[in-house]
Every structure is written in C-alpha cells, then in structure tokens.
C-alpha cells in the first residue's frame, strides 16, 4: 500500500515518514518545496517523487492514502482535493481551522466513500495508556478532577509558521488538540469551556501559552484543566511538574516527564513492532493511596504510536474502523472555537 505525505517538515518527516513506514506503506511521494527540504526527502526517500504540490503527486501515482502534514490553513482544501480523487486521508493535528471546515471535509469523504482520519498519535503515549489502565482498573476510583500540561522551557521565539500570526498557529491550536483529545477520549463532551490565551515571548506573534477548563454540569463529569507553557524549566524532564495529576475517589496519580517516542524517531529509527519504547525507571508516576497516604510507583509505560498507521492500513483494508474518528476530531474543533471564543470574551462559552 502506497502514500503521499505532504509537508515535510517535524510532522512529516519525524512523526509521519517512519511511522508509515513501520506499518508496511511505501511512500510514493513526497510533496515539499522547501530546497533544503526537498534535498533531505529525496535522501532520505530516494525511490519517492519529490512534487511541488498534491496535484501532480496525485496525477502521477496511484497511492491509496494522502497524509497532511502541511500548515493548519491548507488541511481543508488539500483533504478535499484528495478526497475527490478517490484516495484516503489522514489529517495531523489540528484536522482543521474551524468546526466550519471540519464537517465539509467530512461530507466530502462521505460523498467519496473514502475515510478521512484524524492523526492523533498521543492517545499511544505511554503515560496516557497507563493512566487508561489505572482509570479501567479502578484504582484510582471516579475520576473528580483531571489536570494535564506540556510545558516546557523555550523562552525564544523560532521563525516558524505555528508561531506566526495565521489561521491554525499559536499554541492552542499546537498542542491544544493533543490535550484536549486525550480528555475527550476519556471523559467525553463538556458543556462549557473557559479559556485564557496568552503571549508571553518578547517578540512573539501570537498565544504560547494557554490555560482551559472543560466543565459540565454533571457532577459525573471532572473539572478538566489543560494548559501549556514555554516558561518552565525541566518541564519536560521526570523532575519537573506534573505532565499529569489525577483525582479520583480512592487515590491520586502524579506523572511528570514527557512520552519518549519523539525523542527516538528523531534518531531516524523506524520502529520493529507497536510497544517499542519503554519509559525510563526515574519516568514512573507515582500513585498515593487517598485513605492511607501510602505512596507507590507505577509501572513504566510504554509508547505505541505504531498502532496508529497499522490500524488505519487495516480500516482502509476493510477489516476495522479507524483509529481515531472525524467526528472525533470536530468536538475537538468545536472545543477550540469556543475556548478562542472564551479568551476573547473573559466568560464561559458553551460548546455547540
């Protein structure tokens, strides 16, 4: 099975290339037009065309998927140009400016009978799959309030377009859909939001840091606080503060450190099998018992983004669904509007 990546930036050529690859695709080609770029995917991809844009990658091979890892603004019209050409598509993070183009790039893949999949790594990091287990377990009890960060220290502002003032950049929209999936993916909708963007950088264009809780009122569901910021030092390490912490009615689970897997796909390494990368001893969290007090380390988690290419080639086979869903990724799309809606307002948005 064949695929076109597009952009071939972090996303395309860290994240998508190798992944694809683990899971038993050619890439056939690979549409960039940075020089510095080209050069680095023609090296790396010696047998894939190197296209200026999708239409001739499309007119000139027969590949059954199209992954975007182009900027947020060009995810709508690219996901439909390819739709309308019969092939399959896989969408990085964020699916899509705004709800608005989200449900037209659907009703495309509708019209075409093709599938469009939100590309949503995170729910394969090894912390997340260990608070799953913790949660389906019940050894945390009910969940009554969640919390979960990326924060990091990185005071200086890079010439990139995330972090440009356009459509689809800033931190929210960056690392905002992880955050905000993996709270769906466990809790559901929310009824409301509310949401401060901020700009803290000297010379930055537009938000690097946010703050956003999720609410409801069901008193089943937790409050949810999501953040990311850019001024924490050893934010990222297993000394830092928590990249989680978790209450529930029987005890509380604190992790700090970030999921491993970026750091060995940057190496170049392709993975072998889905549960390729187990988190350092020092990365264990570390689980309080709420009645006794009694402290005990969890296991190390183990990081399986391969799953996620192995599961689309088989929801493009016929034999399951996708691994993550379109519709999935609208509620996120309307969460991020109505928390953009929120930081303008100072008030609570309800999520439509």
């Known amino acids: 099975m064949q695929a076109i990546i597009v952009g071939y930036g972090l996303a395309g050529s860290v994240f998508h290339a190798p992944l694809l ?57 690219l996901a439909i140009e390819a739709l309308h050409a019969g092939r399959h598509v896989v969408i990085d993070k964020p699916f899509t400016v705004d709800a608005h183009e ?3 790039v659907i009703a495309a893949a509708h019209a075409a009978n093709k599938l469009v999949i939100p590309f949503q790594n995170r729910r394969w990091d090894a912390d997340f799959l260990s608070l799953k287990e913790l949660i389906h377990t019940g050894q945390l009890g009910d969940i009554v309030r969640y919390e979960a960060r990326f924060d990091r220290f990185n005071p200086t502002v890079k010439d990139r377009w995330r972090e440009h003032n356009v459509a689809g950049g800033g931190m929210l929209y960056d690392l905002g859909p992880h ?3 993996q709270a769906l993916h466990l809790f559901g909708a929310p009824e409301w939001v509310f949401c401060t963007q901020l700009t803290q950088r000297d010379g930055a264009q537009t938000d690097d840091a946010f703050e956003l809780i999720l609410g409801s009122s069901d008193c089943n569901y937790p409050y949810i606080s999501l953040g990311a910021s850019m001024f924490s030092a050893a934010g990222d390490s297993p000394q830092g503060a928590p990249r989680f912490k978790v209450n ?40 309080i018992d ?27 086979e016929g034999k399951t669904i996708a691994p993550v869903l379109a519709t999935q990724a609208l ?13 303008h307002s100072g008030q609570r948005v309800h999520v439509l």
């Open 102 to 104: 989200a449900e037209v």
């Open 290 to 316: 709420g009645v006794t007090g009694q402290v005990s380390r969890t296991a190390a988690g183990i990081g399986q983004w391969p799953i996620f290419y192995t599961q689309v080639k088989s929801a493009i």
């Open 21 to 77: 690859q683990s899971a038993g695709f050619e890439i056939a080609a690979i549409v960039v037009r940075n020089p510095e770029r080209r050069a680095q995917a023609a090296a790396s991809h010696p047998h894939a065309l190197i296209c200026d844009d999708l239409t001739q990658a499309l007119s000139q091979t027969t590949a059954d998927l199209v992954t975007l890892a182009s900027p947020t603004a060009t995810h709508a019209p």
């Open 248 to 287: 529930g009615r029987r005890a509380t689970w604190l992790k700090s450190g970030f999921d491993p897997q970026e750091t060995e796909l940057r190496k170049g390494i392709i993975p072998n099998e889905h549960a390729w990368v187990s988190e350092i001893e020092a990365a264990r969290g570390h689980l």
């Open 179 to 181: 955050l905000i999936d």
């Open 331 to 343: 509620l996120t799309c309307k969460v991020i509007d109505a928390a953009q809606k929120s930081a």
